[in-house]
């Protein structure tokens, strides 16, 4: 599932491209993928308007609009997002296309189809998106380390559960969270109530500098991006230990381990991470 650090390099590669143009018309292949409302009153509703911006909230992406509408998407696991000129082949699993006023066309693809949009119109309040439920974003000063042992110093849950709490910190999934505990040396699995304050001080101040780090790597170009289906820009080559079961680890070289922790699997080194 595309993480916060995907989700913003979507942004950032296609904000620039599709600001200022007017949405000429939309083609729906599977109004599934429109959760609100029914597919024909989404494109009336969107037919004409002129792009203002995007913007981003934990995974969920928006399109905002000059009228003050707005398109929120979360592209769940399996979700892209491709500004593509006319002409470009189609991705299989198209299922909506914006055609803009210069004929390019901002198509939504996804195979397994969990991804969904939403219309929220100007000025009403989002209560079925599920972004308002969100909590900080892992860039905001408020996450500190106070902040994070008053939220779960007392819980039982396992840490890694914590980190994937999107309604206390938003954008975090299964990739970064393991990643960042590798850096912080905490097991995966380790309840929450057992770490010290010196832990959270780790997390709280490693949080927000690797997911910089990887949105860092992350960075393409228009180009790039297209010519990669809007996938190719993972940052796969920079990972640590997510998808590396079995290999040894990069600090100390004793064999990943993984695990499950609430129900996904979680990667770490036994050695770096007691």
Not at 20 to 31: C, F, T
Not at 63 to 77: F, K, N, P, Q, T
Not at 231 to 253: F, I, K, M, S
Request: charged share 25%.
């Amino acid at each position: 599932m595309p993480e916060l650090p995907e989700v913003e390099t979507v942004k950032r590669v296609l904000e620039p491209q599709i600001t200022g143009r007017k949405i000429a018309g939309i083609e729906v292949r599977n109004p599934q993928v429109i959760a609100r409302p029914g597919a024909e009153e989404f494109c009336a509703a969107l037919a004409g308007q002129t792009i203002a911006g995007m913007g981003r909230r934990g995974k969920f992406l928006k399109i905002m609009l000059e009228s003050g509408d707005a398109v929120v998407l979360h592209l769940r696991m399996t979700g892209s997002l491709l500004l593509a000129p006319r002409g470009w082949p189609e991705e299989k699993h198209t299922h909506l296309v914006f055609i803009l006023d210069d004929g390019s066309e901002l198509r939504y693809s996804d195979v397994r189809r969990f991804g969904r949009f939403w219309l929220l119109r100007a000025g009403e309040t989002d209560d079925f998106t599920g972004a308002q439920k969100l909590g900080l974003e892992p860039f905001d000063k408020a996450l500190t380390a106070k902040y994070l042992q008053n939220t779960f110093a007392k819980s039982k849950r396992a840490v890694k559960d914590c980190l994937l709490d999107q309604s206390v910190i938003a954008g975090i999934g299964n990739i970064y969270s393991d990643e960042i505990l590798f850096a912080a040396k905490i097991r995966p699995d380790r309840a929450a109530e057992s770490l010290a304050r010196t832990e959270w001080a780790r997390l709280a101040r490693l949080i927000p500098e690797l997911l910089s780090y990887f949105l860092e790597k992350n960075a393409i170009s228009a180009e790039d991006y297209l010519a990669g289906k809007g996938e190719d820009y993972r940052n796969t080559p920079y990972l640590q230990v997510y998808g590396h079961a079995g290999e040894p680890c990069p600090v100390c070289g004793e064999t990943l381990q993984k695990t499950v922790v609430a129900g996904r699997g979680s990667v770490y080194c036994p050695k770096c991470q007691k």
